[in-house]
């Protein structure tokens, strides 16, 4: 019954959404003295969320959820180094910013059920 809650289930898909750009934002810093690196992050969750619902419709495994990976356009360095540490930092404030709205809904909804149960 619970398992087919809509709500846990997209808020547990933004929840991997978030850790998947935390492992990318984390590589694009261990790579920004790096020559030639690019700097990536991945889609928009509304992008991956939108390309990956009929699949995860179809009866496939929550696994099956993935974010592409996109170049970030910026400016290179002389080395071709794209990375810029403050725009990394911002995308991992945004990234938390998100995870903690997924385990906000996440909690929330297990208290209105616990609620409904006549439980605290």
Same mark, same amino acid.
């Given at each position: 019954?619970?398992?087919?809650? @809509? ?5 547990? %898909? ?21 020559? *030639? ?12 969320? #939108? ?14 959820? &993935?974010?592409? &990976?996109?170049?970030?356009? *910026? ?15 911002? &995308?991992?404030? #945004? ?12 909690? @929330?909804?297990?208290?209105? %059920? ?7």
């Amino acid at each position: 019954m619970f398992n087919d809650l @809509k709500i846990l289930h997209t808020a547990s %898909l933004l929840a991997r959404h978030s850790v998947e750009r935390h492992t990318q934002i984390a590589e694009n810093i261990a790579n920004a003295d790096t020559p *030639g690196y690019k700097a990536k992050d991945v889609e928009a969750f509304s992008e991956a969320f #939108a390309r990956n619902e009929q699949k995860i419709a179809n009866g496939a495994a929550s696994t099956a959820f &993935r974010a592409e &990976r996109v170049e970030i356009p *910026g400016i290179s360095s002389p080395n071709g180094n794209t990375v810029s540490l403050e725009d990394q930092m911002s &995308r991992s404030t #945004a990234a938390t910013r998100d995870h903690d709205t997924a385990l906000t809904i996440y909690s @929330k909804t297990l208290s209105m %059920l616990r609620s409904g149960l006549g439980r605290r």
